[in-house]
């Protein structure tokens, strides 16, 4: 089957942390979007092989990332006029951060699935809101923020503690504290960037155990200053969307955000959900 498009129908892919383009899931998945909507379809990967590409997913930093993103993105002409993009969990830091740094080719649909774009808040299947996994969640907010580790670990550079986002060191130090134009300076062209994509579809997954809170996957988050990580803010509470930190509020108001869910674990959807979302948004 192959649907008719009247935006942009290139595709490309990012995959999530552990993952690899070059396995055999992704390989699958990629082929399976390309000859659904009958045009060609790419999974971009940040390594030139396998081992490369799934190490580069934990210790090649979020913005280095971006930009090897970027590079490979450039050097390939079918991608050059534009593309839809489909991100699979840190995948989409790695589509998030091209939006904003770049977009330029400009990506006009963005499928976000059990997406980080909001970072996180928690270690992955240790829910904050206990009291054991909330001193776990203490302990990486309080390694995250400095140029060390920000410059190691690609998770620490998405890592958003709420009890942290009004110090010094994550103003300064954090790379998703830049991205959200939370940080020390405001960079008004990661506005103008987001506002070049058309479509921003979420899916979140309702019983995810792997991203905390699961809100961010629709660009919540914890509430700032939330020490026992119990309330969640919803988009449109959230800061960074009523003072349009980096254009979501604008896009929003456009009607450019689209949101989704399944009921399940985080990156547990199926083909069919996966092409319903396509057919629905991508035409």
Known sequence: MSIECKHICINQLAHGMGDSCFNGGMTEITKDVGTHIGTYSVCVPTGDNWLSDTINGFL??????????????????????????????????????????????????????????????????????????????????????????????????????PTKVNSSAYKKNSQLAQWNNEGLRFNKQINANFAKTNKFVMVKALGDTMV??????????????????????????????????????????????????????HLQFTEKELFGWIDEYFV
């Open 60 to 161: 090649l930093q979020m913005d280095k990332s971006v930009d090897v993103f970027a590079k490979k993105i450039a050097a390939d002409p079918k991608l050059a006029n534009g593309f839809n993009a489909i991100g699979f969990s840190q995948g989409n830091s790695l589509i998030r951060g091209y939006i904003q740094k770049y977009n330029d080719p400009p990506i006009n649909f963005v499928l976000h699935v059990h997406g980080t774009v909001s970072g996180v808040a928690g270690f992955p299947q240790c829910d904050p809101t206990g009291s054991f996994c909330k001193g776990v969640a203490h302990l990486c907010g309080s390694l995250a923020y400095n140029s060390l580790i920000q410059g190691i670990l690609f998770q620490a550079d998405y890592f958003r503690d």
């Open 212 to 265: 905390f809170p699961n809100e961010g996957e629709w660009f919540g988050h914890y509430k700032d200053g939330d020490d026992d990580y119990k309330t969640v803010l919803r988009m449109n509470e959230t800061e960074w969307y009523k003072s349009d930190l980096f254009g979501l509020k604008t896009a929003d108001e456009a009607g450019k955000i689209h949101f989704e869910s399944t009921p399940g674990n």
